[in-house]
């Protein structure tokens, strides 16, 4: 039994579970409105006990951040259901992302398209809730064997530049970049990530993430993190250039030499635009175009709208943790492929 308490512009997001009749199996009571957290909790969670899930939606609360994680943190030592909080476009570089996590909440939902939202919020409510933000070392002994059979590779290469720039802001560049990056360095590669553009993210993911602090940078996951070019030799170096423009970032050289240069697209109509405008850029060079949230009937139909002689269309899978890029695994190695030395 799922307690959902809703802003009114939330109030259908569970809808697609279709779990408002006894007999699915997931009865779902829905309160919309502007809420106190803490009120709510000494004085109305008492008629809500048997419900399993609490589902809250963070616009619905008038709650300072710190009053919302007070009143979680008391709502957990008093009730046993498992809290979910919908919080859409929270970064994990947000203080109160982490506040969150220290507080004990492990379902989060901050997606920002509804694809994503939905299958977060899936997860969220399935019988094992969302792991991505479970420590390390508290989900089991299968996930540290499934880590260790990865197949590992020889690079023969040294400092590959391998460019990551988005069509639009919110693309997923860094999830992208991130998740290449960790990938390449569990396969075997060296890796840097290098931060070149103009978010300057990287110092708030490094203290979320508890990244070790190394020379101009970080290690995190054997991945060398820093927002200047590397001093030191690595066999791959990775310039998350988010969606800075070529002429706004003045880095042209850099990204005309690159070994390998991504684009990461978006393909919903209103996207189709800056997807083809930037794609213009990269006349002459060519670039791998990776497509994020493409639904697989018309993938055919977005690869031949956007494929041509220069560029090589990829459909990305989902990448809920922003440093697992298992699940496009694949793609990773096609696009470094030239660059493994057979053994």
């Known amino acids: 039994m799922v307690l959902y308490l809703s802003s009114p512009q939330h109030t259908n997001l569970l809808d697609f579970i279709g779990g408002y009749e006894p007999e699915d199996g997931k009865v779902i009571k829905k309160l919309v409105g502007q809420f106190s957290l803490k009120q709510f909790i000494v004085y109305d969670m008492r008629n809500f006990s048997q419900f399993a899930d609490i589902v809250l939606d963070r616009i619905a609360f008038g ?8 009143a979680i943190e008391e709502f957990l030592t008093m009730y046993t259901a498992r809290v979910t ?12 992302f982490g ?3 220290e507080c004990g909440v492990r379902n989060l939902v901050c997606g920002t398209e509804i694809g994503e939202i939905q299958q977060e919020i899936a997860e969220c409510l399935s019988g094992e809730g969302m792991l991505r933000y479970v420590q390390k070392g508290q989900q089991g002994n299968e996930k540290q064997e499934e880590a260790q059979e990865v197949e590992r590779y020889r690079f023969g290469c040294k400092n590959v530049g391998i460019v990551v720039m988005g069509t639009q802001p919110r693309m997923g560049t860094t999830t992208v970049t991130v998740g290449l990056c960790v990938w390449l360095a569990r396969v075997g590669a060296s890796v840097c990530y290098v931060e070149a553009n103009r978010s300057r993210c ?9 990244m070790e602090q190394e020379a101009d940078g970080w290690r995190f996951e054997g991945v060398h993190f820093s927002s ?10 990775v310039y998350d250039f988010g969606a800075d423009t070529t002429k706004q970032y003045g880095q042209n050289d850099l990204i005309k030499n ?14 189709l635009g800056f997807s083809a405008r930037r794609k213009k850029e990269f006349a002459g060079m060519g670039a791998w175009l990776l497509c994020p949230f493409v639904a697989d009937g018309i993938r055919e139909e977005m690869a031949g709208m956007l494929q041509d002689a220069q560029h090589k269309v990829r459909f990305l899978d989902y ?19 030239e660059y493994i030395v057979e053994p």
């Open 319 to 337: 990448q809920p943790e922003l440093t697992d890029g298992e699940g496009n695994a694949g793609i990773y190695k096609e696009i470094v492929a």
């Open 99 to 101: 506040t969150l996590i």
């Open 258 to 271: 690159a070994g390998q240069r991504l684009l990461v697209c978006g393909t919903k109509p209103y996207e």
């Open 85 to 96: 909080v919908i919080h859409e476009g929270l970064m994990q570089s947000n203080p109160f």
């Open 63 to 70: 709650d300072t951040d710190g009053e919302f994680v007070q």
């Open 228 to 237: 200047v070019e590397p001093q030191e030799e690595f066999q791959f170096v």
């Open 202 to 210: 990287l110092e708030r993911l490094a203290k979320s993430y508890g």
